[in-house]
């Protein structure tokens, strides 16, 4: 029974056991799972600012009471105690590591709500702020022609590299610094391979000099201080000119010098291989010299081309540079014989007075502007005077002026040049005979003038009166000479206004002219005629017209008391035109029945030509004797008028 109660009781406990829920399993630790540094666990960071975050297994609902990291130098050694944060669970912020730049390792944990500690997570922490040394970038020693690609050579950084290393190179070409900040975006780093990726091409470079400036970047983007390499470059053939180039023809050899002028890589002579000018005329070989100029000779009568070209410091110019230009070129004329020259094959008769002469050049031609025509007596070996001469048209063209020379043989040089300044002169006539001409040339003729019709040679006039002044023109022959122009000429006496006057008469069908003089001072008179181009110049002899001075004297009374009260003799001197009779004198003069006239004052008139004086009779002997006065004017120099004498006036004396 006992055994049965047991057996029971066992098979309750069992039954009880297998009803009853099972016993409660300790929970699994939280654990950070994929850590991760912002920014890569595999590079180096510039900023001493690190955040990290991680995956928490297993995930919510659990949830973790404290982060736990601890942070580790570059050899290992424990940074401090463990930092716990109860705050922030999932993620670190703003993790500064020790200022020395190095790989530090950081072990993250977590506790779970019971404090437990999950397993340690482990990253790796790179810091470097260090500035590496500055790179010695190298451009070449030379300029560079404009189709060259610049090469950038870059000498690595002398001294210790930073712990995070060279990374790269960054370079600029306008100025400004490689990296806008002292840490290199990826994209500013142009040569990225490492500390032996140390060339660039820069490809062609704008002409002058382009300044590279480039950093060393540390593996963590910090770039060096930049160091500059400067870049040359001359795109441009040297500047040609060519000294000594005639403007025109030459009349000998002529000496040409070509000169380079280049503002970039110069013209200095240095070497065979250096910049050289050189210079070639017509087929001849170039003279080539090393530098900026070169000289050659052109020689000889005709036409000749000159060819020059130069190479500068950067190989710019006609030889080895694409696309240089081709030789630049002049022309030089030569001519060293003198023209021909010879006169007219005979005179014109219509122009006996024109000597002309050719000139003819056949390589230059003749000059346009310089020639020259000369006259003297025949066989007298005396200098030739030179006429007035206009050149045209290869021809020397003169007039000699044949009136002006007293007759006899004149003879006549004409001297010719051509555009290259040689000349020529010659004294004889196109086939040979000798250029000298009879004076006179022209047909003589002479001018017969005069006062009225007997053509006196003076005539004496009261003032404001006009005469007639006239005669003939006629050949040497005595033939009259009709239509022809002369001039009269009145040459009035010193004080007049005008001085001159010219009247123009033509002559009638029988070479007779006449000519009213007007009212005036005293003048000379003469009629002249200009000759023509077949007759000679001829001049009339010279005719006085005389004019009297007009003078005018009244009295105050017609009787005078002896010892009474004076009698005014008054009166004035006539003026035409300009003259001012001031000061002109005038003398008083009287007589009496049975006497000459006399003198007994002489007075001056004024600017208007007035006088006045006042006489007083004293003399007993006066009474009863009839006296008559006048006023006399002599004239002085000034006044153009001749002497002249008023009208008497009768005073009785009682």
């Given at each position: 029974m006992?055994?049965?109660?047991?057996?029971a009781i066992?098979?309750?406990?069992?039954l009880?056991?297998?009803?009853?829920?099972?016993?409660?399993?300790?929970?699994?630790?939280?654990?950070?799972?994929?850590?991760?540094?912002?920014?890569?666990?595999?590079?180096?960071?510039?900023r001493?600012?690190?955040?990290?975050?991680?995956?928490?297994v297993?995930?919510?609902?659990?949830?973790p009471?404290?982060?736990?990291?601890?942070?580790?130098?570059?050899q290992?050694?424990?940074?401090?105690p463990p930092v716990?944060?109860?705050?922030r669970?999932?993620s670190i912020?703003?993790?500064a590591?020790p200022?020395?730049?190095?790989?530090?390792?950081?072990?993250?944990?977590?506790e779970?709500a019971?404090?437990r500690?999950?397993?340690a997570a482990r990253?790796t922490?790179?810091f470097?702020?260090?500035?590496?040394?500055?790179?010695a970038?190298l451009a070449?020693?030379?300029?560079l022609?404009?189709?060259?690609?610049?090469?950038?050579?870059i000498?690595?950084p002398?001294?210790s590299?930073?712990?995070s290393?060279i990374?790269?190179y960054a370079?600029?070409?306008?100025?400004?610094?490689?990296?806008?900040?002292?840490?290199?975006?990826?994209a500013?780093?142009?040569?990225p391979?490492?500390?032996?990726?140390?060339?660039l091409e820069?490809?062609?470079?704008?002409?002058?000099?382009t300044?590279?400036?480039?950093?060393?970047?540390?593996?963590?983007?910090?770039?060096?201080?930049?160091?500059s390499?400067?870049?040359?470059v001359?795109?441009?053939?040297?500047?040609l000119?060519l000294?000594?180039?005639?403007?025109?023809?030459?009349?000998g050899?002529v000496?040409?010098t070509a000169?380079?002028?280049?503002?970039?890589s110069g013209?200095?002579a240095d070497g065979?291989?250096?910049?050289?000018t050189?210079?070639?005329?017509?087929?001849s070989?170039?003279t080539r010299?090393?530098?900026?100029?070169a000289t050659?000779?052109?020689?000889?009568s005709?036409?000749?081309?000159?060819?020059y070209f130069?190479r500068?410091?950067?190989a710019?110019?006609?030889?080895?540079?694409p696309?240089?230009p081709p030789p630049?070129?002049?022309?030089?004329?030569?001519?060293?014989?003198?023209p021909?020259?010879?006169?007219?094959p005979a005179q014109?008769?219509?122009?006996?007075?024109?000597?002309?002469?050719?000139?003819?050049?056949?390589?230059?031609g003749?000059?346009?502007?310089?020639?020259s025509?000369g006259?003297?007596?025949?066989?007298?070996g005396v200098r030739?005077?030179q006429?007035?001469?206009?050149?045209?048209g290869?021809r020397?063209?003169?007039r000699?002026?044949?009136?002006?020379?007293?007759?006899?043989?004149?003879?006549?040089l004409?001297?010719?040049?051509?555009?290259?300044?040689n000349?020529?002169?010659?004294?004889?006539?196109?086939g040979?005979?000798?250029?000298?001409?009879a004076n006179?040339?022209?047909?003589?003729v002479?001018v017969?003038?005069?006062?009225?019709?007997?053509?006196?040679a003076?005539?004496?006039?009261a003032f404001?009166r006009?005469?007639?002044?006239?005669?003939?023109?006629v050949?040497?022959?005595?033939?009259?000479?009709?239509?022809?122009e002369?001039?009269?000429?009145?040459?009035?006496?010193?004080?007049s206004?005008?001085?001159?006057?010219?009247?123009?008469?033509?002559?009638?069908?029988?070479?007779?002219?006449?000519?009213?003089?007007?009212?005036?001072p005293s003048?000379?008179?003469?009629?002249s005629?200009?000759?023509?181009r077949?007759?000679?110049?001829a001049?009339g002899?010279?005719a006085?017209l005389a004019?009297?001075?007009?003078?005018?004297?009244?009295?105050s009374?017609?009787?005078?008391?002896?010892?009474?009260?004076?009698?005014v003799?008054?009166?004035r001197?006539?003026?035409?035109?300009?003259?001012r009779p001031?000061?002109?004198?005038?003398?008083l003069?009287?007589?009496?029945?049975g006497a000459?006239?006399s003198e007994?004052?002489?007075?001056e008139?004024?600017?208007?030509?007035r006088f006045?004086y006042?006489?007083r009779?004293?003399d007993?002997d006066s009474?009863?004797?009839?006296?008559?006065?006048?006023a006399h004017?002599?004239g002085?120099?000034?006044?153009?008028?001749?002497?002249?004498?008023?009208?008497?006036?009768s005073v009785?004396?009682?």
């Amino acid at each position: 029974m006992i055994g049965r109660r047991l057996l029971a009781i066992a098979a309750t406990l069992l039954l009880a056991l297998a009803c009853a829920p099972p016993a409660a399993a300790d929970p699994e630790p939280l654990r950070v799972a994929n850590l991760r540094v912002w920014g890569g666990e595999e590079n180096w960071h510039a900023r001493n600012f690190f955040r990290l975050n991680w995956d928490q297994v297993p995930g919510p609902p659990a949830y973790p009471r404290a982060v736990v990291y601890r942070l580790f130098d570059p050899q290992g050694n424990p940074v401090g105690p463990p930092v716990r944060d109860t705050e922030r669970v999932q993620s670190i912020e703003g993790l500064a590591v020790p200022s020395a730049p190095g790989a530090y390792a950081i072990e993250v944990w977590l506790e779970d709500a019971e404090g437990r500690a999950g397993p340690a997570a482990r990253a790796t922490l790179r810091f470097d702020d260090a500035v590496p040394p500055p790179p010695a970038p190298l451009a070449p020693d030379r300029w560079l022609s404009g189709h060259e690609t610049a090469e950038l050579e870059i000498g690595h950084p002398q001294g210790s590299p930073p712990v995070s290393g060279i990374r790269g190179y960054a370079v600029s070409l306008d100025g400004s610094a490689p990296c806008a900040a002292p840490i290199c975006d990826d994209a500013e780093i142009d040569l990225p391979g490492g500390v032996a990726d140390d060339t660039l091409e820069l490809g062609t470079l704008p002409e002058g000099t382009t300044v590279a400036r480039v950093a060393a970047v540390s593996g963590s983007g910090v770039a060096s201080a930049a160091a500059s390499a400067a870049f040359k470059v001359d795109g441009s053939a040297p500047q040609l000119s060519l000294s000594g180039l005639p403007g025109g023809w030459s009349d000998g050899p002529v000496q040409l010098t070509a000169l380079a002028t280049d503002p970039l890589s110069g013209m200095a002579a240095d070497g065979p291989s250096g910049p050289f000018t050189a210079i070639a005329v017509d087929d001849s070989l170039p003279t080539r010299a090393r530098g900026d100029r070169a000289t050659a000779w052109a020689l000889g009568s005709g036409v000749h081309t000159v060819a020059y070209f130069a190479r500068d410091a950067a190989a710019n110019g006609a030889e080895g540079w694409p696309g240089a230009p081709p030789p630049a070129t002049a022309t030089v004329r030569i001519d060293e014989g003198p023209p021909r020259v010879a006169f007219a094959p005979a005179q014109d008769p219509a122009e006996p007075e024109r000597i002309e002469a050719t000139v003819d050049d056949p390589l230059s031609g003749p000059s346009s502007d310089r020639g020259s025509i000369g006259v003297r007596p025949a066989g007298t070996g005396v200098r030739f005077q030179q006429l007035p001469t206009r050149v045209a048209g290869g021809r020397l063209i003169a007039r000699w002026d044949s009136d002006a020379y007293p007759p006899g043989s004149y003879e006549f040089l004409a001297t010719g040049f051509d555009i290259a300044g040689n000349a020529a002169s010659s004294s004889s006539r196109r086939g040979g005979a000798r250029m000298v001409l009879a004076n006179p040339l022209k047909t003589p003729v002479r001018v017969e003038s005069g006062f009225g019709r007997q053509q006196q040679a003076r005539q004496s006039v009261a003032f404001g009166r006009g005469a007639r002044f006239g005669g003939r023109l006629v050949s040497s022959s005595g033939a009259p000479l009709a239509g022809l122009e002369l001039t009269v000429t009145e040459s009035f006496a010193a004080g007049s206004r005008p001085a001159v006057r010219t009247t123009a008469v033509r002559t009638g069908g029988d070479g007779s002219f006449s000519v009213w003089l007007a009212p005036g001072p005293s003048r000379g008179v003469s009629a002249s005629f200009a000759g023509s181009r077949t007759l000679t110049r001829a001049a009339g002899p010279s005719a006085q017209l005389a004019v009297r001075s007009s003078v005018r004297l009244r009295t105050s009374a017609a009787t005078a008391e002896v010892g009474g009260a004076p009698v005014v003799f008054s009166g004035r001197v006539e003026r035409a035109g300009g003259e001012r009779p001031k000061g002109l004198p005038v003398e008083l003069q009287f007589h009496y029945p049975g006497a000459g006239w006399s003198e007994f004052r002489s007075v001056e008139a004024d600017a208007r030509g007035r006088f006045r004086y006042a006489y007083r009779f004293s003399d007993d002997d006066s009474r009863g004797i009839r006296f008559q006065f006048r006023a006399h004017v002599k004239g002085r120099e000034g006044w153009p008028y001749g002497p002249g004498t008023s009208r008497p006036v009768s005073v009785t004396g009682r």
